[in-house]
């Protein structure tokens, strides 16, 4: 029997039920991180990583960002990695996170000479730091300067034959297909947040209804035509326009980008509907944090909670934030 309150009249703590239990292994459930360019952000950022609970990351190198130079040199996208490999043991004693590498060529702005940087990734593939190709992809619309679809995909393709001779994962930049908000900003000054210079994207390369969902077809083509087994794509930045296709026609991973749902319209609740329709075990969430976006370390950890609170149960979230990611990337262990 519910004892009486000493309230000097009743208040909702008299009425209901008040002995539920709640999931509290969810606020000390570690969980990886398996998408960002955490290099990239500031220390205050990346111990705010720590805090909410990391136990491992996977820092991608290969975005074309912070690159100064446009188009980008293959010797540009080399001193990337470099930079990565350099400052990721000061990153891992700082902060206690096993923090890891993806390595790739992104196709968002068109590079020169990239058959360089081909024939110099299988030794840094060999780095036992990097765990990840990528983020690789082909992209409909670049930056500053159009890289054709067919030499893309070729880019594309042998980066994938190497992660098969390599036996490493590929992470796929998946162009997203934001939601409409209806208004625009004025097209001079872009989007608050998102450290871009506007009027500079390029005539797209893939004509069609679908050019975003079209790039992610051609990418799970060339994964079967490189002979890299589709268990070994996971999908970043999956999203409403692609994830029917890629759970019911392929047998890749997805990966749901949360770490600034301001900006693709993709949050918890996406990611809740995903585990609901198909299943946990080819589900993931990353942040893709980075210092050119608005983003957010804690959108991991509070996704854990929205999970919950979502309907989701708390085994099922401990599969989609820790264990594919152990298995898949093969930290966090």
Known sequence: MTPSQPTRRPTD????????????????LPWID?????????????????????????MVASG????????VRAADVRYLWDDAINRRPAIERDHFVEAKLGLGIHTGVRIENPDELLGAMGDYLELEEVVAVGETGVT???????????????VVEAQMELAADHDLPVILHTPNQSRDSG???????????????????????????NPALEAVKIDVEAARDAGL????????????????????????????????????????????????????????????????????????KRAILELYRYGIDPEAIRTVVLENPRQVFGIGG
């Open 64 to 71: 074309y960002h912070w690159t100064p130079y446009k188009p």
């Open 34 to 58: 398996v998408h960002n360019h955490a290099h990239t952000l500031s220390w205050d950022d990346r111990e705010r990583y720590a805090l909410a609970g990391c136990r491992a990351m996977v």
């Open 140 to 154: 409909p619309s670049q930056h500053v300067s159009r890289w054709e679809l067919d030499e893309q995909r070729a």
């Open 13 to 28: 703590a008299a009425y209901g039920d008040r002995e539920t239990e709640y999931p509290t292994e969810l606020l000390n």
């Open 229 to 300: 087994a589709e268990e070994r794509v996971v999908a970043s930045h999956a999203d409403l326009d692609n994830t029917a296709y890629l759970m019911e026609e392929t047998d890749c991973y997805l990966s749901y980008t949360i770490g600034h749902s301001w900006l693709i319209g993709v949050d918890a609740e996406d990611v809740a509907d995903a585990i609901e329709a198909y299943g946990p075990d080819r589900i993931m969430v990353d942040t893709d944090c980075a210092n050119v976006l608005r983003t957010d370390p804690f959108a991991l």
């Open 183 to 209: 208004r625009s900003y004025r097209p001079e000054l872009g989007t608050p947040g998102y450290e871009k210079n506007p009027g500079l994207g390029q005539d797209p390369v893939i004509d069609g209804e």
